[in-house]
């Protein structure tokens, strides 16, 4: 815990544009796991943020809306039974994609491998990844939750990162992320 305190409040001063935003905490939880010291877990912090421009989704510009009308457009151009879904069952995709990108998929994320893979390819190719790779999740496991209550359709959500299935379907979820990427 003091790691984490220490990262944030040093990342707080050194980026003020930034500053301290929800979601911070459990993107440093995870890059104190990986690297075990502060001094690199605030250096990846800065380069996770500075390549994604994180100031645009949080801090003082919090330009979270406009990156949930991209998912939101994404969904009704590839997944129309979904957006079908979400309408019958008055909920919008925000109830969990919100968390999603401003965790940067780290909140409830169990496997580490995999979480920096995805953090790499979201360096590598932007938000342009993170949104495809949010469709391909949303897309994957349209079977599975088609046919839930509203409270059941939640619970699967939020415990999605750290399903068998979801680990099973990891690599199709990334090759589909990159069809879309192609599309």
């Known amino acids: 815990y003091k790691k984490l ?10 980026n003020k544009k930034i500053g301290y935003a929800q979601g911070m905490n459990f993107i440093v939880a995870k890059l104190i796991i990986f690297y075990n010291n502060e001094k690199d877990s605030f250096l990846n912090l800065d380069t996770l943020f500075t390549r994604l421009n994180y100031s645009e989704v949080v801090g003082i510009s919090n ?21 079908n879904y979400f309408e019958q069952k008055k909920i919008n995709h925000e109830m969990f994609t919100v968390s999603w990108v401003i965790t940067l ?24 990844f993170i949104y495809l790779f949010t469709l391909s999740i949303i897309d994957n496991f349209q079977n599975n939750y088609l046919k839930l209550e509203l409270y059941e359709f939640t619970q699967f959500m939020k415990q999605i ?17 990159f069809e879309y990427m192609k599309s």
């Open 5 to 14: 305190f220490n990262v944030l409040k040093a990342y707080s001063n050194y």
């Open 63 to 83: 330009g979270l809306e406009q990156k949930m009308l991209v998912i939101q457009f994404l969904l009704q151009k590839y997944c129309p039974k979904i957006i």
């Open 105 to 128: 998929f780290s909140k409830n994320f169990d496997d580490n491998k995999l979480l920096l893979m995805i953090w790499c390819f979201s360096m590598i190719f932007g938000w342009k």
């Open 161 to 177: 990162f750290k399903s068998y299935d979801f680990k099973k379907e990891f690599n199709s979820i990334i090759d589909k992320t």
